[in-house]
């Protein structure tokens, strides 16, 4: 059993409707559910949303305690951020950077990256479904994909 931590950065609360041509009409919580849908029953996911760096941290701090490994969509902190780098970097749990758009293909400020050195991996580019293949490997990182 993995229990995996889902962290989502500022403006996520509005997918749906936001940009739907970049970021799909899928809701946070629909991405939730196909998580869930995903990992269960074997494993956990425990989804959470802030637009604040500092809670960011605060959940990525969390997992250490209640998470086994951890999905990081930054949003924009992702290009800006070295305090999630560090939290990151701190918490000693596998972490994989995820983005619902190809970050490499859009403006030149969201090709770069501050936290993918210290993340396993990146997944982009492949809407909600980024999140899926981010949850598939992570399991399989854990040990713990039949797959
Ligand atoms: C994003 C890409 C970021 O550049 C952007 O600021 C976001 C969403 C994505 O999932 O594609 O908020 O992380």
Not at 82 to 88: L, Q
């Given at each position: 059993m993995a229990r995996i931590t889902v962290v989502n950065g500022p403006n996520l609360n509005l997918l749906g409707t936001r940009e739907p041509s970049i970021y799909g009409s899928e809701s946070l919580d629909d991405i939730h559910t196909k998580l869930c849908t995903a990992a269960e029953p074997e494993h956990t996911v425990h989804s959470v949303q802030s637009n604040g760096e500092g809670a960011i941290i605060d959940h990525l701090h969390q997992a250490q305690q209640a998470a086994d490994g951890v999905l990081l969509n930054a949003g924009a902190y992702t290009?800006?951020?070295?305090?999630?780098?560090?939290?990151?970097a701190a918490i000693n749990r596998p972490t994989i950077e995820i983005h619902l758009s190809n970050i490499h293909a859009r403006e030149p400020f969201r090709t770069e990256s501050v936290i993918a050195p210290v993340c396993v991996g990146q997944i982009c580019g492949f809407g909600w479904y980024s999140y899926i293949l981010g949850l598939h490997a992570l399991l399989q990182l854990l040990g713990e994909s039949s797959s």
């Open positions: 290009h800006t951020s070295y305090a999630i780098r560090d939290a990151i």
